[in-house]
């Protein structure tokens, strides 16, 4: 009995991330649509994946620095009462101008909920219960990753675009709703927060370099970690193009694949779920990262839907534990007092390699094939991820044993 009381907290929070996270894949089905429908072109539904590393770019300068210093509770409660309201107006606006402002100020509220909901988890959880609220919250966005296109899709045949989207600002309100029956868990001086200006901002990039240059290997270990997933994302961009013109997957072949790669992590969270105790967090970044590359490099050779079928299972099984691991690491190991500000320079650096990369595989694949592109960044990916391995088994840093 007490157990479950323990948990009444972290669940209500899981249950809230969950319910937004529903509301994402909802949205993202629903926003596809609509910009195709008005603009009838692939590079303006292609824009979508700019609009939020961009975004980044620009707010990640001064959102932790912003976070820090108020509640993390209250300002995830404020971003999903925005992306609620916003996601509303879409279906009122004339252009496709108006729609781009909206999706900024969406891409913004992001930004800033991101930080934010992964301080709150660290305040909220106890160091010995992460683990396990890690791959449970996998497993939440494992359940949304199917079922969120799925209701987006038959809310659409079943009622039109523009109400999908007006029904999935209920997602994101009850989420808000949820986050009120959590406590508040800082004690907030309002006489002491700082005001947000440039000369702050610059003062709390200087704590951040001076965390990492003091945790070395902590930096190492998060920043190695973005810099491989990049590799995911850029292929992740091109996967539509890739599937039904290199490959030859239909449209249904396509959707299918989706929902496989979805009942992996599914599969691959529940038994993270039930066993995460038994697995260390080296082990779970370690074999999640390797497993995971072996499935992009299955998909970048693939030849027919059962081959990619294949390597999207293990990707999807593996990326599971590789985010529970690393999310389990970053959270034990960067101070909570500093964790918004050091989480936005490290989106903000993962953004901007985001943009480059994107823009630079659109290159390539113009200039060679873009078979060859995606083949050469799984290569990339998987050397990469391998050196990054042993230099994680090989390390005797205390902050790993002291956490397996």
Known sequence: MTRLKDWRDPALLLSSIGISSIGDFIYLVAINIIVYQLTGSAAAVAGLWIVGPLTNIVTKFWT??????????????????????????????????????????????????????????????????????????????????????????????????????????IFFLVSAVLLFFLPEKENINKETIPTLTFSQVIRDFTVVQRFMSHNKYVSFIYLGFIMIMIFSFAMDAQEVVFTQQVIGLSEMEYSLLISTTGIGSVIGAMLLTLFSNFFSLRYMIVI?????????????????????????????????????????????????????????????????????????????????????????????????????????????????????
Do not use: H
């Open 288 to 404: 999640g990262l390797v497993m995971m590359t072996i499935g992009y490099v299955i998909y970048a050779f693939s030849w027919s839907f059962l081959s990619i079928v294949v390597g999207f299972v293990i990707l999807g099984f593996f990326n599971v534990f590789l985010n529970a691991g690393i999310m389990t690491f970053y959270q034990n190991n960067v101070p909570i007092e500093i964790m918004g500000r050091v989480t936005s320079i490290y989106q903000l650096i993962q953004s901007a390699v985001q943009v480059v990369f994107i823009l630079g595989i659109g290159f390539a694949a113009d200039i060679i094939s873009l078979r060859l592109t995606i083949i050469t960044l799984a290569l990339i990916m998987l050397v990469s991820s391998i050196i990054f391995s042993f230099s994680v088994l090989k390390s005797n840093k205390i902050i790993f044993y002291r956490e397996d």
């Open 64 to 169: 932790g620095s912003f976070i820090d210093y108020r509640s993390k509770r209250k300002v995830m409660i404020v971003t999903y009462i925005i992306r609620a309201v916003f996601i509303c107006f879409i279906p009122f606006a004339p252009n496709m101008a108006v729609i781009y402002g909206i999706l900024v100020v969406l891409s913004v509220a992001k930004a800033f909920f991101n930080p934010s909901s992964m301080t709150y988890i660290a305040i909220l959880v106890p160091k010995e219960k992460r683990k396990r609220f890690n791959s449970i919250r996998s497993f939440a966005s494992s359940g949304a990753f199917i079922i969120g296109p799925a209701i987006g899709g038959s809310l659409i045949l079943l009622t039109s675009v523009e109400t999908t989207l007006w029904l999935t600002t």
